[in-house]
């Protein structure tokens, strides 16, 4: 009888990462970038949801560039501007679902962003969870152009009183 014994060894990928700020409508943003070890690598731009960019996100952002993917987790309130109740999280994101144009030009600044990292975020990926799927969804109801835009259970705004 023989035995086998397999390892498996993971190490992990060598990514860096960085505060990377934008302004939009003279309000800095304050996005987080996390940078695969590969040239070119694709880029994804990654959107909160109502709770605005958290350790959360930068978890997620750092768990995709260690899989090869140039990540920007976008902010969608203001640099600073962190919700810390049911109410501030409504009124967030509420003044975005009733302002498109507003939600479109902070996206266009987190793509700048973005971009100016060395990316191309036309050949990217936009994906947001909950509110980020919202936002998704409206970069592409936008018309621009990207390889794919993933929302994951979104909600559309019509009035939170009724929540």
């Known amino acids: 009888m023989s035995l086998m014994a397999l390892t498996f060894s993971q190490t992990a990928a ?3 990462t960085k505060n990377v700020t934008y302004t939009v409508d003279d ?14 690598a694709p880029f994804i731009l990654l959107i909160h949801d109502w709770d605005g960019l958290t350790d959360y996100e930068r978890k997620r952002a750092d768990m995709l560039a260690a899989e090869g993917y140039n990540v920007l987790a976008a902010d969608m309130f203001g640099q600073g501007i962190r919700p810390t109740s049911i ?3 409504k009124r967030l994101t509420g003044e975005l679902y ?3 144009n507003k939600m479109r030009r902070i996206l266009a600044g987190a793509l700048t962003a973005g971009q100016l990292q060395g990316n191309d975020v036309r050949k990217g990926t936009t994906m947001g969870y909950c509110f980020g799927g919202t936002v998704a ?3 592409a109801r936008s018309g621009f152009e990207q390889k794919a835009f993933v929302p994951s259970r979104c909600l559309r705004y019509s009035n939170w009183s009724k929540l």
């Open 14 to 16: 060598a990514i860096t």
């Open 27 to 40: 309000q800095a943003y304050e996005g987080y970038y996390s940078k695969a070890d590969k040239a070119n």
């Open 87 to 89: 109410e501030e999280n």
């Open 98 to 100: 009733d302002d498109r």
């Open 137 to 139: 969804l409206e970069l």
